[in-house]
């Protein structure tokens, strides 16, 4: 309010400064501070400033995906979606011994990749997704662990955010931001860590100095050196607790709808006969009843109106919001498919795989590539992984690739129609088919192949061969199935 009279007092003496800052405000209206915009705070243009809010969000977060049944439904949905139970390694270096060898010892660390013993490495795959959804992000310190050295020596201890712990002095120009230690010039050069697991349980100060060469901090930074991740449900937070006060709310009307109750209204002295414990003057309901009411008295019945016409357009409009932000359509986050047709499900369905890739590709660019890139390096310099003699440069023994759970269709006839065109004019291959379903080509034409042959020796023809004549009539099936 002062900015402004001090403004018009400005440009009563200044006329040529008021113009033009009339035609910076017409040019810049995102900027206005009006009446209705007033109350907008500006945001901080610092992509740490908000740390001291994160506990709380990271709280609010947690609280909301284990107590609410629609966060709790989304997240689990897009887990089961990103990585399922887990990925399957591919090795892909020019030496087939080596590649059957390394996804063989890989299949047996995975089952001790747990610091703790917790986790098989899959879970741990899903810790690391659920906790870019309620924390923001997750540490992954790499540990030496003797007790693998059948397979590789080292282990995988997941840190949540809260283990962070600020620390006092370290004796050097460094700074420790919220327990995390950066140099002179912004980049983080180690992690300070309380030592005990659950400070709740074991209460101490006791903190340890990670170096950041031994830790994998994977989290969804949106900004240029920022250091804590925010949890991607915070648009989510604030419209899933107040819908659940909602519907609590709703459920509590409901409850007082169900119970039928009436109000005798009077407009004179009470009469008639008298309750003696009580002394009023009381009315029972029975089927079929005529009751005479006494002079000066009306019945009015207890009739709440709720929930209203408009209750379940709203709770949609609600859900609609929160699915929108986390990459689930109306129905993917409801489980109401009473509005859905084909084509909607099929164009809700490639939205959520676009929403999907992304997060695939960063699990695998930042964690799960220098978590294997680890696992060839130790096999390697341990022998375990030595192919008819020594190996030297391990650098060169690490080509891989990584199959995530496949992805179903609606129809499933159509697309593997469109998917067998596609084979034959060559614009894709049978490994990218078997990744996109979650399997691995080579397992898979290896189990086709036994297959085959059993069946050759039991004189039963395999279908591959019906097709290769051309008497597979694709119109003719559809028919078929209509008619089953």
């Given at each position: 309010m002062i900015g402004r009279v001090l403004e018009n007092v400005i440009g009563f003496f200044f006329p040529e400064w008021r113009a033009k800052r009339e035609i910076l405000k017409r040019s810049l209206k995102a900027a206005d501070r009006g009446r209705l915009t007033d109350s907008w705070q500006r945001w901080s243009s610092s992509p740490n400033a908000i740390l001291g809010e994160l506990s709380t969000v990271r709280s609010r977060a947690n609280w909301l995906y284990e107590n609410n049944c629609w966060v709790r439904a989304a997240v689990d949905l897009l887990l089961a979606r990103i990585v399922g139970a887990g990925t399957t390694l591919q090795a892909q270096t020019q030496n087939p011994a080596f590649n059957d060898k390394a996804e063989k010892l890989w299949k047996e660390w995975c089952f001790s990749a747990d610091y703790y013993r917790q986790f098989h490495f899959g879970d741990i795959e899903r810790l690391a997704i659920l906790k870019l959804f309620t924390d923001g992000g997750v540490f992954f310190h790499i540990v030496t662990d003797a007790d693998n050295r059948s397979t590789a020596p080292f282990s995988i201890?997941?840190?949540?955010?809260?283990?962070?712990?600020?620390?006092?002095?370290?004796?050097?120009?460094?700074?420790?931001i919220n327990g995390i230690e950066v140099d002179e010039n912004g980049r983080?050069?180690?992690?300070?860590?309380?030592?005990?697991?659950?400070?709740?349980?074991?209460?101490?100060?006791?903190?340890?100095?990670?170096?950041?060469?031994?830790?994998?901090?994977?989290?969804?930074?949106?900004?240029?050196?920022?250091?804590?991740?925010?949890?991607?449900?915070?648009?989510?937070?604030?419209?899933?607790?107040?819908?659940?006060?909602?519907?609590?709310?709703?459920?509590i009307n409901a409850k007082v709808s169900a119970s039928f109750g009436i109000v005798i209204k009077k407009?004179?002295?009470?009469?008639?006969?008298?309750?003696?414990?009580?002394?009023?003057r009381e009315l029972e309901i029975a089927p079929g009843m005529i009751a005479e009411l006494n002079p000066g008295?009306?019945?009015?019945?207890?009739?709440?109106?709720?929930?209203?016409?408009?209750?379940?357009?709203f709770v949609k409009l609600i859900l609609r919001g929160m699915g929108r932000s986390i990459g689930l359509s109306y129905e993917q986050i409801s489980g109401d498919k009473s509005e859905v047709n084909y084509s909607s499900a099929?164009?809700?369905?490639?939205?959520?795989?676009?929403?999907?890739?992304?997060?695939?590709?960063?699990?695998?660019?930042?964690?799960?590539?220098p978590v294997y890139t680890e696992f060839i390096?130790?096999?390697?310099?341990?022998?375990?992984?030595?192919?008819?003699?020594?190996?030297?440069?391990?650098?060169?023994?690490?080509?891989h690739r990584w199959i995530f759970k496949g992805f179903d269709w609606v129809d499933p006839l159509k697309e593997a129609q469109a998917k067998r065109l596609e084979l034959l004019m060559g614009l894709t291959s049978l490994a990218d088919e078997a990744a996109a379903k979650g399997k691995d080509w080579k397992e898979l034409a290896d189990q086709r192949a036994k297959e085959i042959s059993y069946l050759k020796e039991l004189g039963i023809e395999d279908i591959s061969e019906t097709l290769a004549r051309g008497e597979y009539d694709s119109k003719a099936e559809q028919e078929g199935i209509r008619a089953r």
């Amino acid at each position: 309010m002062i900015g402004r009279v001090l403004e018009n007092v400005i440009g009563f003496f200044f006329p040529e400064w008021r113009a033009k800052r009339e035609i910076l405000k017409r040019s810049l209206k995102a900027a206005d501070r009006g009446r209705l915009t007033d109350s907008w705070q500006r945001w901080s243009s610092s992509p740490n400033a908000i740390l001291g809010e994160l506990s709380t969000v990271r709280s609010r977060a947690n609280w909301l995906y284990e107590n609410n049944c629609w966060v709790r439904a989304a997240v689990d949905l897009l887990l089961a979606r990103i990585v399922g139970a887990g990925t399957t390694l591919q090795a892909q270096t020019q030496n087939p011994a080596f590649n059957d060898k390394a996804e063989k010892l890989w299949k047996e660390w995975c089952f001790s990749a747990d610091y703790y013993r917790q986790f098989h490495f899959g879970d741990i795959e899903r810790l690391a997704i659920l906790k870019l959804f309620t924390d923001g992000g997750v540490f992954f310190h790499i540990v030496t662990d003797a007790d693998n050295r059948s397979t590789a020596p080292f282990s995988i201890e997941v840190l949540e955010y809260g283990r962070l712990a600020p620390a006092g002095e370290i004796g050097t120009k460094n700074r420790v931001i919220n327990g995390i230690e950066v140099d002179e010039n912004g980049r983080i050069v180690a992690y300070h860590f309380y030592k005990s697991v659950d400070t709740y349980i074991e209460p101490t100060l006791e903190v340890e100095r990670v170096p950041a060469g031994d830790v994998i901090h994977f989290s969804p930074f949106r900004r240029p050196g920022q250091l804590l991740g925010i949890p991607l449900l915070a648009p989510v937070i604030p419209y899933a607790y107040h819908l659940e006060d909602l519907i609590e709310a709703e459920l509590i009307n409901a409850k007082v709808s169900a119970s039928f109750g009436i109000v005798i209204k009077k407009t004179g002295a009470p009469s008639g006969v008298l309750n003696p414990e009580t002394g009023r003057r009381e009315l029972e309901i029975a089927p079929g009843m005529i009751a005479e009411l006494n002079p000066g008295e009306d019945i009015a019945v207890i009739d709440p109106k709720r929930p209203g016409s408009t209750f379940d357009d709203f709770v949609k409009l609600i859900l609609r919001g929160m699915g929108r932000s986390i990459g689930l359509s109306y129905e993917q986050i409801s489980g109401d498919k009473s509005e859905v047709n084909y084509s909607s499900a099929r164009h809700s369905e490639l939205e959520l795989r676009d929403y999907i890739l992304p997060f695939r590709k960063a699990l695998e660019r930042y964690f799960l590539r220098p978590v294997y890139t680890e696992f060839i390096k130790n096999t390697i310099s341990l022998g375990n992984l030595n192919i008819m003699g020594a190996i030297k440069n391990w650098e060169n023994w690490t080509p891989h690739r990584w199959i995530f759970k496949g992805f179903d269709w609606v129809d499933p006839l159509k697309e593997a129609q469109a998917k067998r065109l596609e084979l034959l004019m060559g614009l894709t291959s049978l490994a990218d088919e078997a990744a996109a379903k979650g399997k691995d080509w080579k397992e898979l034409a290896d189990q086709r192949a036994k297959e085959i042959s059993y069946l050759k020796e039991l004189g039963i023809e395999d279908i591959s061969e019906t097709l290769a004549r051309g008497e597979y009539d694709s119109k003719a099936e559809q028919e078929g199935i209509r008619a089953r």
